[in-house]
């Protein structure tokens, strides 16, 4: 019934991706000082964040949200992501099989510390293929400039 | 904190010590067949493949960030900038009408069962 012995039904081997995961997931590198808000490692939404000279990025990895719902508010250097991911419906009465439930759902939100330079007046979001994109301008004191050297004469 | 360039490394730079990432996934399974939804923040339509060779399906996809000139990451939680994840189908499932939609980030994919092993119920005869 099974082409080998080694494809058994309910197979083991996603099993093995799920601890691969978890070990991940509990043993960080081990001897580093962590931030007092660092998060376990993939807590919903993932965040990437990077510096230009004159603005902040950060990019919040949450598929499947419905823009509206998306909160993304500025207050005494922190920045707040939060919002509602919808699980689909299920319809009543259907014989459904559940084989997979990986995805959050429910509500999310995530707090990140902006560097001091950021100005909490100049932030833009917009959410694209799953992702919201924040952009705060550095406030101009702080912008790298050119000084220039005045003739002594 | 990472010294790499890129916030999230382009596909021609990967280098083995960023594997792919392994999206998240709900199966359900009803009577005419299973629906899978994946999690690919950052895949577009043409980013993405779905393959089925023999009975394994795999998903591929990469992550395209918009990244402006210069940036510096500071801090990155995902490191790798491409989506791959396999599955085994079983043989009462018609693999040549999957049927792929692909909106904000999360794939949703239908496999539908063959005619012939949707359910029917077998009437008893009376000896």
């Known amino acids: 019934m099974y082409p ?3 494809r058994v039904p309910g ?21 580093q000082v962590s931030s007092i808000r660092a998060v376990q490692r993939g807590t919903f939404p993932a965040v990437n ?6 603005a902040v990025e950060i990019y919040a990895f949450a598929p499947g949200i419905d823009a509206s719902s998306l909160d993304v508010s500025v207050d005494k250097g922190l920045l707040t992501i939060a919002g509602r991911r919808e699980a689909k419906p299920r319809e009543k009465g259907a014989k459904v099989n559940v084989y997979a439930s990986e995805r959050v759902h429910g509500e999310f939100r995530r ?20 992702i919201v994109h924040i952009h705060i301008l550095k406030r101009e004191a702080s912008k790298p400039r050119r000084i220039a050297i005045k003739d002594s004469q | 904190m990472d010294n790499t360039k ?31 939804l994946a999690d690919l ?25 918009e990244q402006p000139q210069g940036l510096q990451p500071v801090y990155a939680e995902i490191r790798s900038a491409r989506y791959r994840r396999s599955f085994t189908l079983s043989r009462e499932l018609d693999s040549a009408h999957i049927d792929a ?9 239908r496999v539908p069962k063959l005619e012939q092993a949707k359910p029917r119920r077998i009437q008893v005869r009376a000896s």
């Open chain 1, 4 to 6: 080998s012995l080694l």
């Open chain 2, 101 to 109: 939609t692909l909106k904000d980030g999360v794939l949703s994919l």
């Open chain 2, 41 to 65: 923040p950052g895949a577009t339509r043409e980013t993405l493949s779905i393959d089925v060779n023999g009975d394994t399906l795999t998903l591929e996809a990469s992550l395209g960030l």
């Open chain 1, 11 to 31: 197979d083991w081997f996603a099993d093995f991706d799920e601890l691969h995961r978890q070990m991940e997931r509990l043993l960080g590198p081990p001897g």
């Open chain 1, 49 to 54: 964040i990077g510096l230009t000279p004159d």
């Open chain 1, 111 to 130: 707090v990140l510390s902006l560097p001091e330079d950021a100005d909490p007046d100049k932030v833009e979001a917009s959410y694209r293929n799953g």
């Open chain 2, 6 to 36: 890129d916030l999230v490394k382009q596909d021609n730079q990967n280098t083995p010590t960023a594997p792919p990432l392994i999206p998240p996934v709900d199966v359900t399974e009803d009577d005419s067949g299973i629906t899978l």
